[in-house]
């Protein structure tokens, strides 16, 4: 189909989105509004202190970890998609890496704020570097995640020089100041076989490194539960169990975001219903080891039934957390598997409205991983008044957790305003050689 | 009146008296009728309440709560009662200290940790909660505790600590009969006792058999405390280091490299795993960065 075209005409296609236009406004304005409404609940959070949120002395993660692990789980779609798929040499996901590396950089970065957000003196961040050891796995998490940030932003700019340079060339309807920041941010490519050489060792190097970097953050997160001897963090396979859940919630994100930009930007011809249907078979294959990795973590502890984690595990599948329990992993997991192992479920709608679902029971899943342990410590828990015990978050802390969601879609959005989602040098170096 | 009726008056002729009964007497403790008229040698002033305060928000505040502030510790049973309730406070001075000195129940023994004074300063203190009470002083001498003179030795062939209680009094030295001595081991956290509390022999005497298993520091050494009660003569208490332990030369759980040490003491793996991993990433962007130079650099 793209062969019918011209250069000029998929450059054209490509660029398109590169503009303000109205419906980007509105979408921004909408943004900004919600986010300055969150805002406020974390400043209601600073002036107050923590006693504005449900957390106590039992639940003192809640909703907040949940959403950190939650974040860093997504952000760890950059390295599958970009790095491991384009190593196995699988040339349909090319066209969706740039999507996958945008996810990555806006949720990695928004991570970091995340946790600040969880602490009720957030300047005392500073003690991590101040007095932080590094046998904690604190300082190991604030380590990798920046460390995972600049290589994505890397593995997201390096690639993308190409394509700077053609908008600075093709994009005659911008400001010319923002002409010039194409240029310079191009750094003279002109597409010598020196500079394609260096790219493309650049980008092997990052494809490489950038694995065991992603593994590594969300492995330290999941120690930063499995290194303590919790009912339902006790675990060994926390780190791997981590990681595939990841790869689930972001195979659904970059799903979401293909059919957005698809539908907003007119990329029908370049993101097709055959990347949906390859995309949509990942997510059954992640989806299938996350479940296995599951009844793994669940069966486990169920058939020992030792004293404490019968206690956790009979409040997940029977107690009070049954309904939430059951609602993600039959909602988000299950019912997704079956569907999408038929092939008209792998259509664009459907398995947008599917990934929905899995991303609501990602979220989830990180809250039933974090809060039900909480609550049940190890030591009696002696004269204090229930709302230490049952932990449910208030709205100002709802507003506190929505407001790094809305941050990373404002992210997303200015960056899919600035650069093309589809990376056109490729597409088009692509095109050249099936013409030969 | 039916049989019927004066039964069941006997009935509540019981149950009233049983009520009565366990109103009067609803401690499980009792001090000894000759503990009882026991008074402090220490006068009770202001001084010695502010002291006592301290005491009692150190070690008791934690069961008692504070007093009249109804906050005792109530997952106790019994629940540890407010010190400043009229109940409690028409305890006698003596039957305070006894249960200081002996505890009750769940209410731990204060003899060893606290000692006679500090038990007085805290009784000072709660005394300060009742309008009504008018302190009583023992006629108890505190001077004359200066007269004792305890010493103790060790005796190698039996291998016990043997005291000997003696008083300079006016007309010369004299054994001090019947003394109640007590021997301990400081350890890091309070002390540890040898053996029970005995009393001195006509000669002033006592002797305790002392393990031979205590760790002592590099050299054996342990600090061994007397303490010496007597009516009479109060409270005396003296130390003196023997080199009789078991020397012990272990360095401090927190001397060697350990996860849960300070940084400066962290595992050599975890420095060197930790490093590696910088290392690597800060090399990548040397690479990156030159290669990047490279591209900006190139010409065509």
Same mark, same amino acid.
């Given at each position: 189909?793209?062969?019918?075209?011209?250069?000029?005409?998929?450059?054209?296609?490509?660029?398109?989105?590169?503009?303000?236009?109205?419906?980007?406004?509105?979408?921004?304005?909408?943004?900004?509004?919600?986010?300055?409404?969150?805002?406020?609940?974390?400043?209601?959070?600073?002036?107050?202190?923590?006693?504005?949120?449900?957390?106590?002395?039992?639940?003192?993660?809640?909703?907040?970890?949940?959403?950190?692990?939650?974040?860093?789980?997504?952000?760890?779609?950059?390295?599958?998609?970009?790095?491991?798929?384009?190593?196995? =040499?699988?040339?349909? #996901?090319?066209?969706?890496?740039? !999507?996958?590396?945008?996810?990555?950089?806006?949720? %990695?970065? @928004? /991570? &970091?704020?995340?946790?600040?957000?969880?602490?009720?003196?957030?300047?005392?961040?500073?003690?991590?570097?101040?007095?932080?050891?590094?046998?904690?796995?604190?300082?190991?998490?604030?380590?990798?995640?920046?460390?995972?940030?600049?290589?994505?932003?890397?593995?997201?700019?390096?690639?993308?020089?190409?394509?700077?340079?053609?908008?600075?060339?093709?994009?005659?309807?911008?400001?010319?100041?923002?002409?010039?920041?194409?240029?310079?941010?191009?750094?003279?490519?002109?597409?010598?076989?020196?500079?394609?050489?260096?790219?493309?060792?650049?980008?092997?190097?990052?494809?490489?490194?950038?694995?065991?970097?992603?593994?590594?953050?969300?492995?330290?997160?999941?120690?930063?539960?499995? =290194?303590?001897?919790? #009912?339902?963090?006790?675990?060994? !396979?926390?780190?791997?169990?981590?990681?595939?859940? %990841?790869? @689930? /919630? &972001?195979?659904?994100?970059?799903?979401?975001?293909?059919?957005?930009?698809?539908?907003?930007?007119?990329?029908?011809?370049?993101?097709?219903?055959?990347?949906?249907?390859?995309?949509?078979?990942?997510?059954?294959?992640?989806?299938?080891?996350?479940?296995?990795?599951?009844?793994?973590?669940?069966?486990?502890?169920?058939?020992?039934?030792?004293?404490?984690?019968?206690?956790?595990?009979?409040?997940?599948?029977?107690?009070?957390?049954?309904?939430?329990?059951?609602?993600?992993?039959?909602?988000?997991?299950?019912?997704?598997?079956?569907?999408?192992?038929?092939?008209?479920?792998?259509?664009?709608?459907?398995?947008?409205?599917?990934?929905?679902?899995?991303?609501?029971?990602?979220?989830?899943?990180?809250?039933?991983?974090?809060?039900?342990?909480?609550?049940?410590?190890?030591?009696?828990?002696?004269?204090?008044?229930?709302?230490?015990?049952?932990?449910?978050?208030?709205?100002?802390?709802?507003?506190?957790?929505?407001?790094?969601?809305?941050?990373?879609?404002?992210?997303?959005?200015?960056?899919?305003?600035?650069?093309?989602?589809?990376?056109?040098?490729?597409?088009?170096?692509?095109?050249?050689?099936?013409?030969? | 009146?039916?049989?019927?009726?004066?039964?069941?008056?006997?009935?509540?002729?019981?149950?009233?008296?049983?009520?009565?009964?366990?109103?009067?007497?609803?401690?499980?403790?009792?001090?000894?009728?000759?503990?009882?008229?026991?008074?402090?040698?220490?006068?009770?002033?202001?001084?010695?309440?502010?002291?006592?305060?301290?005491?009692?928000?150190?070690?008791?505040?934690?069961?008692?709560?504070?007093?009249?502030?109804?906050?005792?510790?109530?997952?106790?049973?019994?629940?540890?009662?407010?010190?400043?309730?009229?109940?409690?406070?028409?305890?006698?001075?003596?039957?305070?200290?006894?249960?200081?000195?002996?505890?009750?129940?769940?209410?731990?023994?204060?003899?060893?940790?606290?000692?006679?004074?500090?038990?007085?300063?805290?009784?000072?203190?709660?005394?300060?909660?009742?309008?009504?009470?008018?302190?009583?002083?023992?006629?108890?001498?505190?001077?004359?505790?200066?007269?004792?003179?305890?010493?103790?030795?060790?005796?190698?062939?039996?291998?016990?600590?043997?005291?000997?209680?003696?008083?300079?009094?006016?007309?010369?030295?004299?054994?001090?009969?019947?003394?109640?001595?007590?021997?301990?081991?400081?350890?890091?956290?309070?002390?540890?006792?040898?053996?029970?509390?005995?009393?001195?022999?006509?000669?002033?005497?006592?002797?305790?058999?002392?393990?031979?298993?205590?760790?002592?520091?590099?050299?054996?050494?342990?600090?061994?405390?007397?303490?010496?009660?007597?009516?009479?003569?109060?409270?005396?208490?003296?130390?003196?280091?023997?080199?009789?332990?078991?020397?012990?030369?272990?360095?401090?759980?927190?001397?060697?490299?350990?996860?849960?040490?300070?940084?400066?003491?962290?595992?050599?793996?975890?420095?060197?795993?930790?490093?590696?991993?910088?290392?690597?990433?800060?090399?990548?962007?040397?690479?990156?960065?030159?290669?990047?130079?490279?591209?900006?650099?190139?010409?065509?």
């Amino acid at each position: 189909m793209l062969d019918k075209k011209t250069s000029d005409q998929i450059v054209a296609d490509l660029t398109s989105h590169i503009k303000l236009s109205m419906g980007f406004k509105v979408w921004m304005a909408f943004l900004s509004v919600s986010l300055l409404v969150c805002l406020y609940a974390y400043f209601l959070q600073l002036r107050d202190g923590m006693i504005v949120t449900g957390l106590g002395d039992y639940v003192s993660w809640g909703m907040y970890l949940a959403n950190f692990v939650f974040f860093v789980a997504t952000s760890l779609i950059g390295m599958l998609i970009s790095a491991v798929l384009s190593l196995l =040499n699988q040339k349909w #996901a090319a066209p969706l890496a740039r !999507i996958a590396e945008i996810i990555a950089l806006a949720f %990695a970065a @928004v /991570a &970091g704020l995340v946790i600040i957000m969880d602490m009720g003196h957030p300047e005392r961040l500073l003690n991590v570097f101040i007095h932080g050891r590094i046998q904690s796995p604190i300082v190991w998490d604030v380590t990798v995640v920046t460390i995972y940030v600049l290589i994505s932003a890397l593995f997201l700019y390096i690639p993308l020089l190409p394509d700077l340079k053609i908008c600075s060339e093709k994009l005659t309807n911008i400001p010319p100041f923002a002409r010039k920041i194409y240029t310079l941010l191009s750094l003279n490519w002109s597409g010598t076989t020196e500079q394609k050489n260096l790219i493309k060792k650049s980008t092997g190097a990052l494809s490489i490194f950038i694995i065991p970097v992603a593994l590594a953050i969300h492995t330290v997160t999941s120690w930063l539960f499995a =290194n303590t001897s919790r #009912a339902g963090w006790d675990s060994t !396979i926390f780190g791997p169990y981590f990681v595939i859940g %990841a790869f @689930v /919630a &972001g195979t659904a994100a970059v799903v979401v975001a293909m059919f957005v930009f698809r539908k907003a930007f007119n990329l029908e011809e370049y993101i097709t219903d055959f990347h949906f249907d390859k995309i949509g078979k990942l997510l059954v294959l992640v989806s299938l080891l996350y479940l296995y990795f599951n009844i793994n973590e669940y069966m486990v502890p169920a058939y020992k039934m030792k004293h404490a984690d019968a206690f956790h595990i009979q409040t997940l599948f029977t107690g009070s957390y049954a309904p939430l329990f059951w609602a993600t992993q039959i909602l988000g997991l299950i019912l997704p598997i079956i569907l999408l192992i038929l092939k008209p479920m792998r259509k664009p709608l459907p398995l947008l409205i599917i990934s929905i679902f899995v991303i609501l029971g990602a979220w989830f899943k990180r809250y039933i991983i974090v809060v039900p342990t909480m609550e049940h410590p190890f030591l009696p828990v002696q004269n204090v008044p229930i709302n230490f015990k049952v932990y449910s978050p208030t709205l100002i802390e709802i507003g506190v957790t929505i407001a790094p969601m809305i941050m990373a879609v404002l992210i997303i959005t200015i960056l899919s305003k600035v650069i093309p989602v589809i990376p056109i040098h490729e597409t088009l170096e692509h095109r050249n050689e099936q013409e030969k | 009146m039916t049989t019927n009726q004066k039964y069941n008056q006997f009935i509540a002729f019981l149950i009233f008296s049983f009520v009565i009964n366990a109103s009067l007497s609803s401690r499980n403790w009792k001090a000894p009728d000759d503990q009882k008229d026991k008074n402090s040698y220490i006068k009770f002033d202001a001084s010695t309440a502010a002291q006592g305060e301290a005491i009692y928000n150190a070690n008791c505040a934690s069961c008692h709560g504070n007093p009249g502030k109804n906050n005792a510790l109530k997952s106790l049973n019994p629940i540890p009662p407010d010190l400043s309730s009229t109940a409690s406070q028409s305890l006698t001075d003596g039957e305070l200290i006894y249960i200081l000195n002996n505890g009750a129940g769940l209410m731990p023994s204060f003899k060893n940790s606290l000692g006679e004074e500090k038990e007085w300063m805290v009784i000072s203190y709660l005394r300060g909660f009742n309008k009504n009470y008018i302190q009583e002083l023992s006629k108890f001498d505190p001077a004359k505790s200066k007269l004792v003179k305890l010493v103790s030795s060790f005796d190698k062939a039996s291998n016990s600590i043997i005291v000997n209680a003696t008083a300079d009094e006016k007309n010369g030295k004299i054994a001090i009969v019947g003394a109640e001595i007590s021997v301990f081991v400081k350890r890091y956290f309070g002390n540890f006792q040898i053996e029970k509390a005995l009393k001195t022999d006509a000669s002033g005497l006592a002797k305790f058999s002392f393990p031979t298993d205590l760790p002592g520091n590099k050299n054996g050494d342990l600090e061994v405390l007397v303490k010496l009660y007597d009516e009479n003569y109060g409270e005396v208490q003296v130390t003196k280091t023997y080199s009789i332990g078991v020397p012990t030369d272990k360095p401090g759980l927190n001397e060697d490299r350990a996860i849960w040490n300070t940084l400066v003491k962290a595992p050599l793996w975890i420095i060197g795993l930790y490093a590696t991993g910088l290392i690597s990433f800060l090399l990548l962007l040397a690479f990156l960065l030159n290669n990047l130079r490279g591209i900006f650099n190139s010409k065509v």
